[in-house]
C-alpha cells in the first residue's frame, strides 16, 4: 500500500513539475494555425472577384481604419500559396484553419454563376496542404460578405438564410471531398455588436442593440439552415464535421462590488447568445432575454427587441453542431484593463481555463476545438511575450484535458502571420511570422514564437517516431519497478 502511495505521488507530481510536453497531449490531438481570407489574400479585384463590405469599408471609410489602411493586398497570399504551405509544413502543424472569399467564389453574390478561377485557386490550396500532410479546417464566412447582399440588408434580412444556404453548398460541392472540418461563421457575436450594432468594424449599420440581436438571430437561423442542408445532402458521403466559431472571452470585474451579477450579464450576452441555442436548451438564456426586455421598455419600446424563435426554430437550431468551435484571445474587465502585460499574460491563461471549464459544466461533454488564440504586438522578430502567451495557454490546454476532463480535441494559433487586423488595421501584428508591409513582395520571417511553436511540435514527432513513445502504462510500470527494485536492495542491505 505503501509503496503504490509513492509510485503514485511521484507519478503525480512529475506530471506537474515537467516542462510543457507535446506528448503529454492525447495522441490524437491536432495543432494548427488560422487565418482568413480578406485579411491575408490581397488581390482585391483579381480574378473576377466583386466588392466585399469590407472592400466597401475600408475604401468609404478609411478614416476609421488605423493609418487610413485596407487589405487591398494585405499579405499578398493569393499569390504566395506555396510559400504559405511551406511555411505551415516548416511549423509541423496538423491543420490549417483559412476562410473562403464569397465574394471570389460567387462574384455576383448568388449561386447561379460560380468564378471557375476561384476554384481552381482554392483547389490547389487544398490539395497543396493535403499533400503536405496538413488538414484543411475550412470557415464558410470570415466577415467579409459579398457589398450586393449587404445592399439588401445583409444579416437584417431573413433571405440571408437562403442566399448563404446556396454558398456553402457551392462549397460543399467543390471541396468537401477533401475538407471534412468545417466552421459556418466566425465570431457573430463581434459581428453583430460590432459591425451592425456600432461601426467599428464592416459593415458600420451602427443601429445599436436592435440591429445586433436581428443580426444574431439571423445568423443563428443561418448556421442551423447549412447544418441540415449538409446533414441531408452531403454527410453520407462526405463524413465531415460542422461548427460555428464562438468568441470565449472570459469577462471579469476589477471590483467586488456585483462582481458574480455583472460577470454573469457580459458572460451571458457574449458567449451564451449563441451558444444556449445551438449547444444547449435551444433558447437565449434567460438573463439575456430579461437584459434586452429591461433595456427595451426603459428605451421605450413595447416589447424586447430579441426576436423570439417560433417552436420550430428552436428545434431546427438545437444540436446544429458536430463539436464546439471556440476563439479565445483575453480576459477583459468589465470596469477597467490597466494591468502590466507580463501579470495580464498570465491571467489571461488562467481565464482561459476557466472559460474552457464553463464550457464542460454548461453543455456537457461536447468536443471542442480552439480555433483562434492569440496575442498582438508591434511586430518584433524577438516577440518574447508571445512565446509567453502561447507556452501558458497550452500548458492551461494541457491542464484543462488532464484534470478538469475538458474534451479538447485541438488547438489553433492566431495567426499563421501578421494580418490586416480589422479597424486596427496593419498596427495589430498577431503573426508567428512576420510580414514587411512596406516591400511589395511582403517577405515572411519567422518570430522567435514561429521558433518555439516549432520545436514544441517537431519534439511530438519525434518522440512519437523514436525510442521515447513508450506508453504511459509502461512508464508507470517502470517506474513501479524500480522503486521495487530499490526497496529491495535496501532491505538486503
Known sequence: MLIGLCIG????????????????FPQNFLFGVSTSAYQIEGAWNESGKSESTWDRFTHKNSNLIANKSNGDVAC????????????????????????????????????????????RHYNTLINLLIKNDIKPVATIFHWDLPQIIQDLGGFSNELITEWFEDYAKVLFSYFGDRVKLWITVNEPQRLCIDGYGGSKIAPGINMSYVSTFTCGHNILKVHAKVYHMYETMFKSVQNGQISIALESNWYKPTTLLDKDHETKKLHALLFQWFADPIFGCGDYPIGLKDLIQTHSLNDGFEQSQLIEFTSDERRQIQNTYDFCAITFYSSEDVINNSIDIQENVKNM????????????????NVPILVVGNGLADEGKLNDFYRVQYLKLHLETLLHAILYDNVNVIGYSYWSLMDTFDWNNGYLNKYGLYHVNFSDPKRPRLPKSSAK?????????????????????LSVLIITAVSLLHILHSLKMT
Open 349 to 364: 491563461a488562467k481565464d482561459f481555463r476557466k472559460s474552457l471549464k464553463f464550457i464542460k459544466q454548461k453543455y456537457g
Open 452 to 472: 518555439f511553436y516549432s520545436k514544441f511540435l517537431s519534439s511530438r514527432k519525434k518522440e512519437r517516431n523514436g525510442t521515447h513513445n513508450l506508453p504511459k
Open 76 to 119: 499578398d497570399s493569393y499569390h504566395k500559396l506555396e510559400e504559405d504551405v511551406r511555411l505551415l509544413k516548416e511549423l509541423g502543424v496538423d491543420f490549417y484553419r483559412f476562410s473562403f472569399s464569397w465574394t471570389r467564389i460567387l462574384p455576383n453574390a448568388f449561386s447561379y454563376k460560380v468564378n471557375d478561377d476561384s476554384i
Open 9 to 24: 505521488s511521484y507519478v503525480l507530481s512529475s506530471v506537474y513539475c515537467q516542462e510543457l510536453n507535446v506528448n503529454s
